[in-house]
C-alpha cells in the first residue's frame, strides 16, 4: 500500500499570524534549509473531493491491518491540550468558531415541543446580541451548526427552524441502542427525512464490532446510508461501548467504506462518552481514508464535551491532525447542549474582563 | 483593521473576525514577569553558592536567552580558588552530614522537594528562558521530574540504612551537569548524593547557570546545612578544576562522550569514583505492525523533544522497509504541524538551541549530510530569526556509513534507514559505539521481549519513548558511559562499602596467605639436582584459550621459583597476541553462555566446584609449594574457593532483576545483564581464590573471561584450566593467559572488544588500566586496596555481581 498523502492539505500555514505583530521569520531558502527535497509522499496525490464520501466496497485488508497502540494513543491526547492554546481575540474568535460547530442537542426521554422550540430559538440566536456587537460579530451570521432531536420532535424543530439555513438532525435508526428489527430503523430513517430532517444520526450495532462481524457492519451502516438519500449521515459507533481502540478504529472505518458522511463518538448515553483518545484514533482513521480515497469524512465528537476549554481541546485535534478543512461545519461537529452558555461566558469575560454567569445568558 | 467605536475592550475586536475565518494559532505569552524580578534582586549578577553563602560576584561572564538573545544574567568564573573553597566547606560539612540519622536527612530531601514544587514556575519560567526549551516542557516535563526526584530519594535517604547495610556516603562529591536539562540534571546528580550522605560540589553548564543558582538559594531558605551544597559557576576550566581536585571523592558527569573520555582518563589511578552519563544516537525501531500513527508522536517525542538535544533522543529511525515510506509520508506531514516559537510561548512545539555555537554544529552536519548524498526534508514554514532556532529535519536515503547516521548531531535532525528482519534491525541498532537508549515499536509482545535485550543500550522503550523516572534507572552502555541514575541502581554510584582500612595491597601482596618469597622470577634457575633414578617427567603449563591448551605465541616461557629458591615449573609468557586470540574464542562463547539460562551455569559452577574438590590435596600442595603457606592456610584457600564456587552457583538463578514501579500503567523491568566480555588480572595473593572470586561471579551473571592468574604464582591458575576441562565449561568462557600482569591487563583495557577490565594489584597498575580503558569507555573495576579473599564478606556476593552486570531498564507501557 503506497501512502498517498496530500501534504497540500495538511496544515501548511505559518505558525503565527494575525493581528499581534508576526516575529520575524527565517526566509524559505535561508541557509539553515539548504535544499527543501521532496520525498515520494508528493508522487502521488490523490484527487481531494470536496463531495460526499460515496463509500467503497468493504475492504478487510485496511480493517485488519490496523493496529492502535492505547498507552501511545493516550500519552499523544493527554499533550493536545498542554502543547496548544489560544489566548485573548484568537480565543474569542476560536469560540465563535465552535459555536458554529455545535449540533445543540437534546435526546431527554421528557422533551415536549415546548423545549425543543426554545432550543430552536437558541439556535437562530446563539449569542446576545451586544456580545456579538462588542466581538465584531454581527456580520458574521453566527448559528449553530444544527439542532439535533429524537424523531418524534422533528417536525416541531423543522417549523421552528423554518426561514433559518440551519438543518435539524435526527437521532433516527433505533437510537440509542440500536437494537430494534433493522427494516423499522430504516423506515425510521425514512420518517425522520420525510418529517424534514435533512442529517441523520445512525448507531451502529455495537454487536457486530463485538464479535468481529464486518461485513454485517458494513451492510448495516450502508443500508441506512441508502435510507438516509439526500440527508448527510453520521454514524454514531458508540465507542464507550466497543471495547478497544482498535475497535473503534475498525468501526470508524468499516462505517467510512460503508458511506458515513459523519463518524460520531457516542450517543451521549454511553458510560463513557467523547474523549480526546477517542477522537484521535477517529481522527486518524480519516486521514487514511481521505488519504486512500480522497474523500473527507466529518467527525463528531458527543457528550461530555460542556466547557468551552474542552472543545478548544477537540479543536486543536481537528486543526493539527486533519486541517483547517475539519474546523468548519462541514467536516466538524460538536453534539452539545450546555456548552453554548459556558461559551458564551468566556466570550462575555473577553469583552469585558469580568468572569461571567450563567444566568445572564438566555438559555437554550 | 478599524477598531469598532465604543469598545471598552483594550483588544482590536475587528481581528477576531478575521480569526474566525483564518483559525490561526496567536501568541501565547507566559508572563517573565517573576523570573525578571528574581534576577532583578539580584542585580542580575551572581557570584558562587559556597559554604551557605554567596561570593561576591568576579571574572562574570554573560548568559543569555537563546530565543531572544536578551542578556539575562552574568555569572562568575569559578577559579582554582573557588573550587578550592567550594571543596573545602564540603569536606568541612560531611562529618555532621553523614551523621545525622537518615530520618533528618530524608527531611531535607523532602523538603527540597516541596520548595521545588512550591516555587514550580519560577523554575520553569526561568529555565525556558535561559535554556530556550519550551514552557511546555520545563512546566509539564522538566520541573515536575524534578520534584519527583527529590521526593523519590528522600525515600532513599530515610531507608539507607535498611536498604543498604554496609555501606556509607562515598564522600565529597564533584557533580558537572550540562545545558539541556539544567535543573533536572541538577536533581538527577544533587538528590541521591544528599541522600546517600555526600556533600556536594556542583557546576551547572555556563550557557544554562540560572536556575541551579535559583535551586541553591532555595536550599539556603529551607535551611540546607552550610556547605552540603556548593554552587560554582563556570565552563569547563572550573569542571576540569573540580575533576583534577584532590581531596574529591567521586565524579559525577554528564556531557559528551568526549568530555566523558577526557574525565575518565584525568582521574585514573586516583581513586575517585566516578560515573559517566555520556552521548548517544540511540535507535528508534519501527517493526511493520508498528501503530504508525502513534510512532510518528513518538519520533515527535523522540527527537523534536528539546529540540533533540537530548543525549537519549532517538535520532536513528530503523523502519521495517515495507513501512518505511508510508511512515516518511506522514512524518513529513506531522512535521508540518510543528510549531517552532518563543519558548514562553504556551503553543509552541519547539523552541531554541541552546546556543550559537550548537546551531552552527547543527547546521555543519545538516550540510555534510546533504553533501554526503542523503536526501533532507524540511517543513515549508520558516522558523523565527530573531532567536537560535533550526527547523526540525529529515533525512532519508541514509547509509549507516554517513556521517550524519554515526555521529551525535544534538539538534531537531533524525535520520532513517531501513531493516528487512528483526535480526538486521538489531544489527543496524547497536552499530553504533554508543549505547545509551533504544526505542522499538510493535504490537507484537514476543517480538518486543525478544528484542529489547538484544539490544546495546541502558534503557529501552517498548512503544514509548523518553520516558523518564526516579524509581528507574538511567544510564549507557558502551561509550555512552557508565553508572546509573536513578533508582536503587543509581544509589550505589553514591555509596562505598565500608571498609575498616584501607591498605595498600602493594605491599602486602606478596606476603598474604603468609607465603614469605618465590614467585616468577627472571633470574635464571635451574631445577634441583634429583636423587631419583629416574626424573620426574616434565609438565608444560600452557596458556588456556578457547577450550584448548595452547603454546604461548611469544615463544617463552617464565620460570617460576619457590620461596625456598627451587625451580617450580615454568608457565607460557603471554603476550599481546594471546590476548588478541583469548578475547576472539570469549566472544564466540559469549553468544551462547550470555544466553545459557541461570540453571544451567549454576550446574556448571556446582560442578566446577566437585572438580576442583576431588583435587583439591594437589591444590593446596601446590599453593602450599609455591607460596610458602603453611598447610593449613593453604588447605582453607582450597576450600574456600570451593565454597564460593558454590555460592556464585547459588547465585546464578538468584540474581534477579527488579520491577521499577514507576509512575505509568506499565512496567519498567530492570535487567541485570552481563557486561559482556570480560579481562580480568587476578590479585597476587591467593593464586586460586583470588582467581575463583572474580571469574565466579564473572560466569555467574554470563560474562565470558580472559584472566591473567596471579603474576608470582600463576601455577594455580594453570593447574585450574584442566578443572574447567573436566567441568562442562563450554569452549571460551573462561581463558587463561599467564604472564607479566599489568602489561596484559594494560593490553585488555585498551581492546575495543572488551566490554569490562577487572584489576586487582598496584596503584601504577590501576591508573595504567583506568587510562587505557577510555578508548571505548569500557566498564572498569580496578583496585590496589588489599581484600581479605577469605572473608565472604570482602570476597564475594553482591558487590561482584554488581560489578559483573548493568543494569538495563525495560519500559513497558501497557493497555489494550
Known amino acids: 500500500m503506497t501512502a498517498k498523502r496530500n501534504l497540500e492539505s495538511i496544515g501548511g500555514a505559518p505558525a503565527t499570524a ?43 485488508d485496511a480493517v485488519r491491518s490496523i493496529h492502535v497502540n492505547r498507552s501511545a494513543v493516550e500519552r499523544r491526547a493527554a499533550t493536545i491540550p498542554t502543547r496548544r492554546t489560544v489566548k485573548k481575540e ?43 456587537r462588542s466581538l465584531g460579530a454581527a456580520e458574521l451570521s453566527i448559528q449553530v451548526g444544527a439542532v439535533c432531536v429524537y424523531h418524534a420532535l422533528v417536525p416541531t424543530a423543522v417549523e421552528a427552524l423554518a426561514g433559518s439555513t440551519i438543518p435539524v438532525a435526527a437521532v433516527s435508526a433505533g437510537f440509542p441502542a440500536g437494537l430494534s428489527p433493522l427494516e423499522q430503523r430504516i423506515d425510521e430513517i425514512h420518517a425522520s427525512i420525510a418529517a424534514g430532517a435533512r442529517e441523520i444520526d445512525i448507531v451502529i450495532t455495537r454487536s457486530h464490532v463485538l464479535t468481529g462481524n464486518w461485513h454485517a457492519l458494513y451492510d448495516e451502516v450502508k443500508a441506512f446510508r441508502t435510507a438516509c438519500g439526500e440527508a448527510h449521515m453520521k454514524a454514531i459507533l458508540a465507542t464507550g461501548e466497543l471495547g478497544t481502540l482498535n475497535n473503534v478504529a475498525r468501526a470508524s472505518v468499516v462505517a467510512m467504506q460503508a458511506g458515513a458522511d459523519f463518524i460520531k463518538t457516542s450517543t451521549g448515553k454511553e458510560g463513557v462518552n467523547a474523549t480526546l483518545a477517542f477522537a484521535l484514533v477517529m481522527a486518524r482513521m480519516i486521514r487514511e481514508y481521505k488519504d486512500l480515497t480522497g474523500f473527507g469524512v466529518g467527525f463528531k ?24 478543512r475539519w474546523l468548519r461545519p462541514e467536516l466538524f461537529r460538536i453534539g452539545a447542549s450546555s456548552l453554548l452558555t459556558d461559551i458564551e461566558r468566556q466570550l462575555e469575560h473577553f469583552v469585558t474582563g469580568r468572569y461571567a454567569a450563567a444566568h445572564r445568558m438566555p438559555m437554550p | 483593521m478599524q477598531p469598532l467605536t465604543g469598545c471598552q475592550c483594550p483588544n482590536d475586536m475587528s481581528s477576531v473576525a478575521e480569526i474566525f475565518e483564518s483559525l490561526e494559532y496567536g501568541p501565547a505569552p507566559e508572563s517573565d514577569k517573576e523570573a525578571l524580578s528574581w534576577l532583578g534582586k539580584h542585580e542580575r549578577v551572581f557570584g558562587h553558592f559556597i559554604g551557605g553563602h554567596w561570593t561576591e560576584p568576579r571574572e562574570t561572564f554573560d548568559v543569555s536567552n537563546p530565543a531572544t538573545r536578551a542578556l539575562l544574567a552574568r555569572v562568575s568564573q569559578g577559579t582554582a580558588s573557588d573550587v578550592n573553597a567550594a571543596v573545602a566547606a564540603a569536606r568541612a560539612a560531611l562529618p555532621s552530614w553523614r551523621a545525622l540519622t537518615p530520618h533528618a536527612r530524608a527531611r531535607w530531601l523532602y523538603a527540597l522537594a516541596r520548595g521545588v514544587q512550591k516555587h514550580s514556575r519560577l523554575f520553569a519560567v526561568l529555565e525556558s528562558m535561559d535554556n530556550g526549551k519550551s514552557i511546555r516542557e520545563t512546566r509539564d516535563i522538566d520541573i515536575p521530574l524534578v520534584a519527583r526526584h527529590f521526593y523519590h530519594h528522600a525515600g532513599w535517604a530515610q531507608l539507607l540504612d535498611a536498604e543498604f547495610p554496609g555501606y556509607q556516603g562515598v564522600g565529597v562529591v564533584g557533580q558537572i551537569i550540562p545545558w539541556n536539562f539544567p535543573l533536572l540534571m541538577l536533581a538527577w546528580k544533587v538528590a541521591p548524593a544528599l541522600a546517600a550522605g555526600c556533600t556536594i560540589v556542583i557546576k551547572p553548564a555556563e550557557f544554562t547557570p540560572l536556575t541551579a543558582l535559583l535551586f541553591a538559594e532555595l536550599a539556603a531558605d529551607v535551611g540546607l546545612p552550610a556547605g552540603v551544597l556548593n554552587v560554582l559557576t563556570g565552563d569547563g576550566d572550573t569542571g576540569k578544576l573540580i575533576v583534577d581536585h584532590q581531596d574529591v571523592d567521586k565524579i559525577a558527569f554528564t556531557g559528551s562522550t568526549e568530555v566523558g573520555r577526557a574525565i575518565r582518563r584525568a582521574t585514573a589511578g586516583s581513586g575517585k569514583k566516578l560515573s559517566l552519563e555520556l552521548g548517544g544516537k540511540s535507535p528508534f525501531i519501527v517493526y511493520d505492525d508498528a501503530d504508525l500513527d502513534s510512532v510518528v508522536e513518538g519520533v515527535v517525542d523522540a527527537i523534536w523533544f528539546n529540540q533533540g538535544q537530548v543525549c537519549c533522543a532517538g535520532s536513528r529511525l530503523l523502519a521495517q522497509e515495507g513501512i518505511a515510506t508510508k511512515l516518511e509520508a506522514k512524518l513529513r506531514a506531522r512535521m508540518e504541524t510543528l510549531r517552532v516559537g518563543s519558548s514562553l510561548d504556551k503553543a509552541v512545539d519547539m523552541g531554541a538551541i541552546v546556543a550559537p555555537v550548537q546551531l552552527e554544529r547543527i547546521r555543519g552536519l545538516v550540510r555534510q549530510g546533504v ?11 520558516a522558523c523565527p530569526t530573531e532567536g537560535y532556532f533550526y527547523p526540525p529535519t529529515l533525512f532519508t536515503d541514509v547509509a549507516p556509513s554517513s556521517t550524519i547516521a554515526q555521529v551525535e548531531i544534538f539538534g531537531p535532525v533524525l535520520v532513517s534507514m531501513t531493516f528487512r528482519t528483526p535480526e538486521e ?27 529489547a535485550p538484544k539490544l546495546k543500550s541502558g534503557v529501552v522503550w517498548v512503544n514509548s519513548t523518553n520516558l523518564f523516572d526516579a524509581a528507574a534507572g538511567f544510564g549507557g552502555y558502551r561509550e555512552s558511559g557508565f553508572g546509573r541514575e536513578g533508582g536503587r541502581e543509581g544509589m550505589f554510584e553514591y555509596l562505598t562499602v565500608e571498609r575498616a582500612a584501607a591498605e595498600d595491597a602493594t605491599a602486602k601482596s606478596a606476603t598474604a596467605n603468609g607465603a614469605t618469597a618465590g614467585g616468577t622470577t627472571s633470574e635464571h634457575r635451574s631445577r634441583p639436582a634429583t636423587t631419583a633414578q629416574q626424573p620426574p617427567i616434565d609438565r608444560t603449563p600452557k596458556l ?63 560442578y566446577i566446584a566437585e572438580n576442583l574438590a576431588g583435587r583439591g590435596e594437589e591444590f593446596a600442595d601446590r599453593i602450599a609449594r609455591v607460596t610458602g603457606a603453611d598447610a593449613a592456610s593453604a588447605t582453607r584457600e582450597v576450600d574456600t574457593a570451593v565454597s564460593r564456587l558454590f555460592t556464585y552457583g547459588a547465585w546464578a538463578d538468584k540474581y534477579d532483576g527488579a520491577v521499577h514501579s514507576v509512575p505509568i500503567r506499565g512496567v519498567a523491568i530492570a535487567m541485570n545483564e552481563p557486561i559482556g566480555v570480560l579481562g580480568i588480572a587476578c590479585p597476587n595473593e591467593f593464586p586460586l581464590l583470588g582467581l575463583i572470586s572474580l571469574i565466579g561471579p564473572a560466569i555467574a551473571t554470563g560474562n565470558t573471561v580472559i584472566a591473567v592468574p596471579s603474576e608470582p604464582y600463576p601455577l594455580s591458575g594453570t593447574d585450574f584450566y584442566s578443572v574447567l576441562e573436566t567441568s562442562d565449561v563450554p569452549d571460551g568462557v573462561v581463558n587463561i593467559v599467564s604472564g607479566a600482569k599489568d602489561a596484559l591487563a594494560k593490553t585488555l583495557a585498551e581492546h575495543d572488544d572488551v566490554e569490562g577490565t577487572w584489576y586487582f594489584g ?29 572473608d565472604a564478606r570482602h570476597g564475594e556476593g553482591r558487590e561482584f555481581l554488581r560489578e559483573a552486570t548493568q543494569v538495563k531498564n525495560i519500559w513497558v507501557p501497557y493497555g489494550e
Open chain 1, 18 to 60: 494575525g493581528a499581534a505583530p508576526a516575529p520575524a521569520r527565517e526566509s524559505r531558502g535561508a541557509d539553515a534549509r539548504p535544499t527543501l527535497m521532496t520525498g515520494p509522499a508528493n508522487r502521488a496525490q490523490p484527487i481531494e473531493h470536496g463531495g460526499r464520501n460515496p463509500g467503497t466496497p468493504l475492504d478487510l
Open chain 1, 90 to 132: 484568537w480565543q474569542a474568535a476560536w469560540l465563535l468558531r465552535a459555536i458554529t460547530l455545535i449540533d445543540l442537542t437534546t435526546l431527554a426521554g421528557d422533551d415536549t415541543p415546548g423545549n425543543v422550540r426554545r432550543l430552536c430559538a437558541k439556535a437562530r440566536r446563539p449569542l446576545r446580541d451586544d456580545l456579538e
Open chain 1, 301 to 324: 465528537p458527543a457528550g461530555g464535551i460542556r466547557g468551552a476549554k474542552n472543545v478548544l481541546e477537540y479543536m486543536y485535534l481537528m486543526k493539527d491532525e486533519l486541517g483547517d
Open chain 2, 371 to 381: 553533501d554526503e548524498g542523503a536526501r533532507m526534508w524540511q517543513p515549508s514554514w
Open chain 2, 425 to 451: 534491525s538489531v544489527a543496524l541498532a547497536n552499530n553504533t559505539p554508543y549505547g545509551l537508549a533504544a526505542s522499538l515499536w510493535t504490537e507484537n509482545i514476543n517480538l518486543a521481549l525478544d528484542i
Open chain 2, 544 to 606: 588456556f584459550i578457547g577450550g584448548k591448551q595452547v603454546r604461548p605465541d611469544s615463544g617463552y616461557s617464565r620460570q617460576v621459583v619457590a620461596p625456598n629458591g627451587d625451580l617450580l615449573g615454568e608457565v607460557g609468557e603471554g603476550n599481546r597476541k594471546d590476548i588478541r586470540n583469548a578475547v576472539e574464542a570469549a566472544h564466540a562463547a559469549y553468544r551462547t553462555w550470555s544466553k545459557a539460562t541461570g540453571h544451567n551455569r549454576a550446574q556448571i559452577l556446582y
Open chain 2, 762 to 790: 598496584t596503584r601504577e597498575g590501576v591508573k595504567a588500566v583506568e587510562l587505557a580503558s577510555a578508548s571505548n569507555m569500557k566498564r572498569t573495576w580496578a583496585s590496589w586496596y588489599a581484600r581479605d579473599w577469605l
